[in-house]
């Protein structure tokens, strides 16, 4: 099953995609390469949003596990994301694309607020918006923000990259024998429980007919290739579509 014409998207990556080989942290060499193919998705001519997640650094939900409130946690998240939101925009800006960040945790120093109209404006204007601090509160993952962002922005689909090309119906590192889905609908993923992001998110897009769009971000110029129609991948949206 293909996509419809994409004008406008939203690239949601993993937080640990950025860490490369790493065993945590920031790989600055694999964030160049990653920035390089979001410029080349920018130059066939589509209005990107990004929104990155914090695990690389540190994850809410697994500090609460071990004991930390999860408020505080998830703060610490957010956090997080602001940092990896600030390592892909310098990363963008070194090879000429004119990126801005809008934190929806406020300061001042490093990023903007988020403001819809502004980010409007700014992708009028060529330039890439990239949405960090997930959606300023507690007990809401990075998927759920990246899903609100990309209704607040009408974009046309929300891409995951991820490690993984696409979504299975059971754990593809535990099970040799796991199938890949080329479409599924939303409302099996949410029954079935397919990890592809957290319910929230996946209602949410369901609700504002957003197609999520589930491919590898590790394998180089697969961004381009999923655009293109011609990656791996797996596409969620109704099955009226």
């Known amino acids: 099953m293909t996509l419809p014409k994409m004008n406008r998207v939203l690239l949601k ?9 790493q065993p945590f942290g920031i790989d600055p060499a694999f964030v160049n390469e990653l920035a390089q193919e979001v410029k080349t998705a920018k130059e066939g001519g589509l209005e990107i ?39 892909m925009q310098s990363a963008l800006e070194q090879i000429g694309v004119p990126t801005r960040v809008q934190s929806a945790i406020q300061m001042d120093q490093v990023c903007e607020p988020v403001i819809r109209r502004r980010a409007e404006r700014h992708l ?3 330039r890439i918006v990239i949405f960090a601090a997930g959606v300023g509160a507690p007990y809401f993952t990075t998927d759920t923000g990246a899903a609100l962002r990309a209704a607040e922005m009408k974009c046309d689909a929300l891409l995951k990259g991820t490690s993984v090309d696409g979504v299975y119906d ?43 769009v589930v491919f590898s971000i590790r394998e180089k110029g697969n961004l381009a290739r999923v655009l293109a129609g011609e990656g791996v991948q797996t596409i969620v949206q109704s099955d009226t579509n």
């Open 13 to 21: 990556l993993s937080g640990e995609v950025l860490m490369g080989d």
């Open 49 to 87: 949003c990004l929104v990155i997640g914090g695990g690389n650094i540190f994850r809410g939900i697994s500090g609460a596990a071990q004991g930390m409130d999860r408020a505080q946690a998830d703060y610490m998240g957010m956090l997080a994301t602001v940092k990896n939101a600030l390592a």
């Open 124 to 126: 009028e204007k060529g």
């Open 170 to 212: 059971s754990d593809p590192k535990k099970n040799a024998q796991a199938k890949r889905f080329d479409s599924v609908s939303y409302d099996r993923v949410l029954a079935d429980n397919l990890k592809v992001m957290d319910a929230t998110a996946v209602a949410l897009c369901r609700d504002n007919d957003i197609p999520i």
